[in-house]
């Protein structure tokens, strides 16, 4: 130990303190402005709305614990939205992310007039859903264009919004709506896969479908899995198609997630709506953790 | 086992099939939109013989039906512009609803995004443990369904007296975290070495994000906002429960409304609303898909 100016060195590490503790304060107050939007028009609420989620009344504020969650789940209505959108969204998100993939393959393979097909995919996308409901309704109508064209089959015709065809009906519409987006993402990350391990697999004589299962998919399965948790979220999104198309109390097969909460916002049952909400921000944090899991699982051995 | 076909042929032909289905997916995908913009010339008249059917009972019962088919048509009598004409000099109804989306949409875009801005610099300058936690409940919100956020926006606008009025609507819209998830993303990739250099030169922080950090930003801000404006413009949910008048509905609500009466005059309706949505594609569709290219992958 040489002598060291004790009183200097503490003074420098003073100033160095200093500064950094005014560096860490700047570092904060960019992020402060976003911070306190995001505290009171998110968390705080929603705060709130996990206290109401156990009491009986706002204003006398009994706590009844699981009560509410209990008797929403002896709802009818609620349990025929969830139901109904669970049905149409395990039918419509694989059906999203296979189709996607498979748009997104052919349009990095050797097709001519690859541009134009992709502004045609994307389309939807941009187009207002309000503005096109227009044509879903005559086509889906009973005597409307698809029945036409199944007569022509000698098929009997049906009516499609008002029947359990309805889940059809939504499929279309969601996946008009989604499949572009999905299939970007799906193409910027086939453009991500090493060309090189693809070229050495072909070399060993490895067939297209080899390729494509234990190669080219295990690249894309981070991609597959956040198109999936997307296409999920997409399709809680449901609501906005059905409303335009037939209203606030569509045919039954048609009551999704979101006509229970719009309807239980007419008769303001502050209950009902947030243990609603609560059990459904549980459902959805547990299904990104298990799929950010899943991802954790399959895609570390190709993370860079 | 040798092949009947030659190798060549065989790829070709997979190659013409695949592009037959796409060109018929690609066809399906335009349809509806290419429908709605060709029905808009027709004439009111043309339009109610056409959809008549569809009018008097979309409110009553299957067996009312009048036995009358609907006629979904691609061209046009005659081409006209009497329900354009209608829309945009003789209604201000639907003008009016269309200006209460652009004050609605306008404002929700250009603030989220300026003010992502700013927190993705932070988020993407400062790391620390604590900094991620919070980048990653920004995650989780921003894929929180409205089911969801509804009831919290509802509540917050009842305590801060502006329920019914457009801010319910435009103060959470600046504050979503969709924006701020990926301008971060894209600011985490921008090297250290530039800002590092900038703050030898003497250059302030804040002089940082505006001379540096924001230009190279600049096509990924746009790209995003786009995305937001399209997300925005489109949206149903938040006015049905945020804005008590009906004066106030923007038009993409408004536009369920006339669906179900005024058929003559929607579908032009229907192409005044899209218009600026498509007019953004036709010069942004790079843009877009840049965007939707930052938001592929959860990870930062």
């Known amino acids: 130990m040489k002598g060291r100016d004790p009183i200097l060195q503490t003074q420098v590490t003073k100033a160095h303190r200093k500064r950094m503790l005014r560096e860490q304060a700047a570092g904060w107050g960019w992020l402060l402005p976003s911070l306190i939007g995001v505290m009171v028009f998110f968390i705080l609420p929603f705060c709130v709305v996990i206290y109401y989620s156990v009491l009986d009344n706002p204003i006398f504020a009994h706590f009844v614990g699981l009560q509410n969650f209990t008797a929403l789940f002896r709802n009818t209505a609620f349990l025929r939205a969830v139901k109904n959108t669970a049905i149409f969204s395990v039918i419509s998100v694989p059906l999203s992310v296979v189709l996607s993939l498979w748009m997104a393959f052919a349009l990095n393979s050797k097709i001519p007039g690859k541009s134009w097909l992709r502004s045609c995919f994307l389309c939807p996308l941009m187009v207002p859903i309000a503005s096109v409901v227009l044509v879903w309704q005559v086509i889906f109508h009973y005597h409307g264009t698809l029945n036409q064209v199944t007569a022509l089959f000698g098929l009997e015709p049906v009516d499609w919004i008002k029947s359990n065809w309805s889940y059809l009906v939504l499929t279309v519409m969601f996946l008009w709506k989604t499949l572009g987006y999905n299939m970007i993402l799906f193409m910027s990350a086939i453009a991500g896969i090493p060309r090189d391990i693809i070229e050495v697999a072909e070399l060993e004589g490895a067939g297209g479908w080899y390729t494509f299962l234990h190669i080219k998919l295990r690249y894309l399965s981070p991609t597959i899995l956040f198109v999936t948790i997307l296409s999920i979220i997409s399709s809680f999104k449901m609501f906005r198609e059905v409303y335009l198309l037939s209203g606030d109390y569509p045919y039954q097969s048609m009551y999704l997630l979101q006509h229970f909460m719009n309807n239980t916002f007419n008769s303001l049952d502050y209950q009902k709506l947030s243990s609603a909400a609560v059990l459904l921000a549980v459902f959805m944090v547990i299904l990104i953790g298990i799929l950010f899991l899943i991802e954790r699982r399959f895609g570390e051995d190709v993370e860079e | ?300």
Request: with cysteine; hydrophobic share 50%.
């Open chain 2, 1 to 300: 086992m040798k092949h009947f076909l030659s190798r060549r042929f065989r790829e070709g032909l997979a190659t013409t099939l695949l592009f037959l289905l796409a060109l018929v997916a690609a066809i399906l995908f335009i349809m509806p939109t290419v429908l709605t913009i060709t029905n808009s010339f027709m004439t009111e008249k043309e339009i109610t013989a056409n959809y008549g059917a569809m009018i008097d009972n979309a409110t009553q019962d299957k067996k009312t039906y009048i036995a009358e088919d609907l006629n979904l048509k691609f061209i046009p009598d005659r081409v006209s512009l009497q329900q354009f004409a209608t829309v945009l000099f003789k209604s201000p109804d639907y003008l009016l609803k269309f200006w209460n989306s652009v004050i609605l949409v306008v404002p929700i875009t250009v603030f989220q995004i300026l003010l992502a801005a700013v927190t993705a610099y932070g988020f993407s300058r400062y790391r620390g443990r604590l900094r991620e936690i919070i980048f990653f409940s920004y995650i989780i919100l921003m894929l929180m369904p409205y089911q969801v956020t509804l009831v919290p926006n509802y509540l917050v606008s009842d305590w801060l007296g502006i329920l019914g009025t457009r801010w319910a609507i435009v103060l959470p819209g600046i504050f979503s975290p969709f924006s701020v998830y990926l301008l971060t993303k894209v600011m985490r990739r921008i090297p250290k070495a530039y800002y590092e250099a900038a703050r030898l030169d003497g250059a302030s922080e804040l002089q940082v994000f505006l001379q540096i950090c924001l230009p190279l930003c600049r096509s990924a801000m746009l790209s995003v906002g786009l995305l937001v404006f399209i997300d925005y413009w489109n949206m149903v949910e938040q006015p049905l429960i945020l804005l008590g008048d009906e004066d106030q509905y923007p038009l993409s609500v408004f536009l369920s409304q006339i669906n179900t009466g005024d058929v003559g005059l929607a579908f032009a309706v229907a192409v005044v609303y899209m218009i600026p949505a498509l007019l953004l594609f036709l010069y942004g569709e790079e843009y877009l898909v840049e965007g939707i290219t930052y938001s592929g992958g959860v990870k930062g």
